[in-house]
């Protein structure tokens, strides 16, 4: 194994609530209230749509709301990962990741072990320079039962509710995680900062028309199944768990201009304006992010 590089679970494909779009010149997110499913091809107007995109659409009268899918680990931050982060924005690269207590940072001496106070409280992190940031990788289909597709996320109501589900389905189904039968739901909450328009997250629950019983009695017999034919599920999570800390950034500089498109727009600043929202995990309507323009332009204006 090469020192230096994470190793990662296998992506398939993408899922995201929204797309990124060119406007005035400038490439910027547009989220949406539904999920996208894409490949890991790109054209000219963006990722290209995955098979399961389509046929989930169908299925659904035209928008995704809902993905049926399992987890490839027992352990809870093997399939989410979330850290306080901080991208170059012109290159992509990885800068300095931390838990609040601690970080990794790339500095001119090579990547240095420093405490980290959480974006509120480091010099490094002003002007929404830092954010948290969650991966979750799960599966889709009986194809490819190592093969992964990857949601992220900078938003605290996803990074959120999909740690304390995660830990939680944990618990109840006695380390069985890989073996429940889940789903990705989108919900949406209105908020005071979002001026009463919905902004959307995502959750985790067992799948539709399937009590949580059932899913139980379901992981066990999965679990008994797997066993009986061999499949060493502490083996894939020991391999898994050394891949991860096999180097000290997850995301590589091709994977960060992703990144960097999607959630870190230009112009932002730490008056939580328009470009602050377009950033976020949530879908926010159109009509939302012009009434923030321009009351954040009325309000340069009376203190320039």
Same mark, same amino acid.
């Given at each position: 194994?090469?020192?230096?590089?994470?190793?990662?679970?296998?992506?398939?494909?993408?899922?995201?609530?929204?797309?990124?779009?060119?406007?005035?010149?400038?490439?910027?997110?547009?989220?949406?209230?539904?999920?996208?499913?894409?490949?890991?091809?790109?054209?000219?107007?963006?990722? &290209? +749509?995955? #098979?399961?995109? /389509? !046929?989930?659409?169908? @299925? =659904?009268? *035209?928008?995704?709301?809902?993905?049926?899918?399992?987890?490839?680990?027992?352990?809870?931050?093997?399939?989410?990962?979330?850290?306080?982060?901080?991208?170059?924005?012109?290159?992509?690269?990885?800068?300095?990741?931390?838990?609040?207590?601690?970080?990794?940072?790339?500095?001119?001496?090579?990547?240095?072990? &420093? +405490?980290? #106070?959480?974006? /509120? !409280?480091?010099?490094? @992190? =002003?002007? *929404?320079?830092?954010?948290?940031?969650?991966?979750?990788?799960?599966?889709?289909?009986?194809?490819?039962?190592?093969?992964?597709?990857?949601?992220?996320?900078?938003?605290?109501?996803?990074?959120?509710?999909?740690?304390?589900?995660?830990?939680?389905?944990?618990?109840?189904?006695?380390?069985?995680?890989?073996? &429940? +039968?889940?789903?990705?739901?989108?919900?949406?909450?209105?908020?005071?900062?979002?001026?009463?328009?919905?902004?959307?997250?995502?959750?985790?629950?067992?799948?539709?028309?399937?009590?949580?019983?059932?899913?139980?009695?379901?992981?066990?017999?999965?679990?008994?199944?797997?066993?009986?034919?061999?499949?060493?599920?502490?083996?894939?999570?020991?391999?898994?768990?050394?891949?991860?800390?096999?180097?000290?950034?997850?995301?590589?500089?091709?994977?960060?201009?992703?990144?960097?498109?999607?959630?870190?727009?230009?112009?932002?600043?730490?008056?939580?304006?328009?470009?602050?929202?377009?950033?976020?995990?949530?879908?926010?309507?159109?009509?939302?992010?012009?009434?923030?323009?321009?009351?954040?332009?009325?309000?340069?204006?009376?203190?320039?």
């Amino acid at each position: 194994m090469l020192k230096g590089l994470v190793i990662t679970p296998p992506v398939l494909g993408r899922i995201s609530i929204g797309k990124v779009v060119e406007k005035a010149g400038k490439r910027l997110p547009e989220k949406d209230d539904q999920f996208t499913i894409t490949s890991q091809v790109q054209g000219a107007d963006g990722w &290209l +749509p995955h #098979p399961f995109d /389509e !046929g989930f659409r169908k @299925a =659904q009268g *035209g928008k995704i709301r809902v993905i049926p899918i399992r987890l490839l680990f027992n352990d809870p931050d093997l399939n989410f990962r979330a850290e306080y982060a901080l991208f170059d924005r012109r290159t992509g690269r990885p800068v300095c990741v931390g838990n609040g207590e601690t970080c990794k940072r790339r500095t001119e001496s090579g990547v240095q072990s &420093l +405490p980290c #106070p959480s974006p /509120e !409280g480091c010099t490094l @992190a =002003q002007n *929404g320079a830092c954010k948290p940031y969650g991966r979750l990788n799960v599966l889709i289909g009986d194809d490819d039962p190592l093969g992964s597709f990857v949601f992220r996320t900078t938003g605290f109501n996803s990074i959120r509710t999909l740690s304390a589900r995660l830990a939680y389905f944990q618990a109840i189904s006695g380390n069985r995680l890989a073996y &429940l +039968p889940l789903e990705l739901r989108l919900r949406g909450k209105s908020t005071r900062q979002s001026m009463g328009t919905p902004i959307y997250y995502v959750d985790l629950t067992v799948r539709s028309g399937v009590s949580v019983e059932d899913a139980l009695t379901e992981a066990k017999r999965l679990e008994a199944d797997r066993q009986e034919a061999g499949f060493d599920q502490f083996a894939l999570e020991t391999a898994a768990r050394q891949g991860f800390s096999n180097g000290a950034f997850e995301e590589s500089e091709e994977e960060g201009d992703s990144v960097v498109e999607e959630f870190y727009t230009e112009g932002e600043d730490t008056q939580g304006g328009a470009a602050s929202v377009r950033a976020a995990d949530t879908s926010v309507a159109p009509s939302l992010v012009d009434k923030l323009e321009g009351k954040a332009a009325r309000l340069s204006g009376s203190v320039g």
